[in-house]
């Protein structure tokens, strides 16, 4: 198959773009087919570029800049955060390590004080000394389940 051609199909395409027609220009687009096909796509492509820069609406300078000014310190803190929140989940971990070591290590008191204890007040001789590091694993003990959702809570906000 040929493609038609015709002498004056560049004309007809800068004359369909700046919308400057000489009659006699407007008068052969009219008659020729191919002509009056470049006519209408060029006339076409630049009702389409029109409404293509109509549509882009670019953003205040100003603003872009405020936003990348705002995204930059946000990012700074963040490195600068991270350290600390490092050591805030490495102190958890340690600190429930060490509770539950402790819990270990007094395993067999706190078994033989649960089998002794009763619904009343404890039974001690009177001048009897205090076994604190029992106390201490005691109260660690009943603080392990809020340390353990404390490291939890730490490390999910990731």
């Given at each position: ?70 995204a ?40 033989a004080w649960?089998?002794r ?18 106390l ?6 009943l ?12 490390w999910?906000?990731e």
């Amino acid at each position: 198959m040929k493609l038609a051609q015709c002498v004056h199909e560049e004309e007809v395409a800068r004359a369909a773009q700046s919308g400057d027609w000489p009659a006699a220009l407007r008068a052969h687009a009219d008659e020729c087919p191919v002509c009056s096909e470049v006519a209408l796509v060029s006339s076409f492509l630049q009702c389409e570029a029109e409404s293509a820069r109509a549509d882009a609406v670019l953003p205040d300078a100003g603003r872009i800049w405020r936003k990348a000014q705002l995204a930059s310190k946000q990012a700074a803190a963040e490195r600068a955060l991270r350290p600390i929140a490092l050591m805030e989940r490495l102190t958890l971990a340690c600190a429930v390590l060490v509770f539950g070591a402790a819990f270990l290590w007094n395993w067999p008191r706190i078994i033989a004080w649960l089998g002794r204890a009763t619904l009343g007040p404890p039974k001690m001789p009177v001048g009897a000394p205090l076994n604190l590091p029992f106390l201490v694993a005691t109260g660690l003990l009943l603080l392990l389940p809020l340390l353990l959702f404390g490291l939890y809570v730490s490390w999910s906000e990731e």
